[in-house]
């Protein structure tokens, strides 16, 4: 099968990666001490662990972080037409590796109060404080995804939490944007001020930190959250494990369709 962007011979997901027109342009940038003129037209599998053989741990993630980026620059591509530079492909991919460690150097660090807990279990926010908690699941039926929100006190006192089913399919960042303006619109009903939010997706932490231009339907629902973070407080937003946001999920994989 023939590749749609540059014509060459061969259409696999490690040319997409490595071979094609805008991954050559991205690989002119970053260039690692790796063999893939010897692999590059093999399964994308077998490329990675040829490179998780050659490549330092340091380096194979910013690696694996480089070839999704331009995996889903690709996909921007095919689908609207157009992609980001090369440049704010590894902009990007590197700004979301940096989110990353943050993250985990943030959990790492946790008040006396909650030292026995697990660094991937919720964490409650500094006294006095609100939390809210958001994330959207797809169904089992794969025709819908539920949305789960909560708001808890630093005692892990629940003081309000909403679940509902949306029949249409969506990415998953779209998906986890939508809980999130969900989760703020809780807040505004109830008028409570929150000063931290959680979610899922390192995505939506980069689209609200502007580390990520969102493009399409993203744009405007990012526009909106920053436009309610104001209103309802929050402080900062931080990207979490599935375990760190159990009671949102167990909430959107329960909720039940709209009446």
């Known amino acids: 099968m023939r590749a749609r962007r540059c014509s060459s011979s061969v259409e696999s ?4 990666i490595f071979g094609c027109l805008e991954a050559k342009k991205c690989g002119r940038i970053v260039e690692f001490d790796c063999h893939f003129e010897d692999v590059k037209n093999l399964p994308a599998l077998e490329v990675f662990m040829n490179a998780a053989f050659h490549l330092s741990v340091e380096d194979l993630g910013s690696f694996c972080m ?8 690709r996909n921007l591509i095919f689908k609207f037409g157009k992609g980001k530079p090369s440049e704010l492909v590894i902009y990007g991919a590197f700004s979301l590796m940096a989110e990353f460690q943050n993250s985990k150097k943030a959990l790492s660090i946790q008040p006396s109060s909650v030292e026995s807990r697990s660094c991937a279990d919720w964490l409650a926010p500094p006294p006095g404080k609100y939390k809210l908690n958001t994330t959207a699941a797809i ?18 006192l629940v003081l309000a939490a909403h679940s509902y089913q949306l029949t249409s399919i969506f990415n998953a960042e779209i998906g986890e944007l939508i809980a999130l303006r969900e989760g703020l619109l809780l807040a505004q009903f109830y008028n409570l001020k929150v000063d931290v939010a959680e979610v899922i997706s390192l995505f939506v932490v980069s689209f609200l930190n502007d580390s990520i231009p969102p493009v399409g339907e993203s744009n405007f629902i990012v526009k909106d959250i920053k436009a309610m973070f104001l209103d309802v407080g929050i402080s900062k937003c931080l990207a979490v494990s599935r375990s760190g946001n159990s009671l949102a999920r167990k909430l959107a994989l329960l909720a039940p369709l709209p009446k």
Not at 140 to 156: C, E, H, L, P
């Open 139 to 156: 169904r089992k039926n794969g025709i819908s995804f539920g949305v789960g929100t909560a708001i808890r006190d630093d005692k892990d």
């Open 66 to 73: 480089i070839a999704w980026a331009i995996w889903d620059n």
């Open 13 to 16: 997901s490690a040319h997409a």
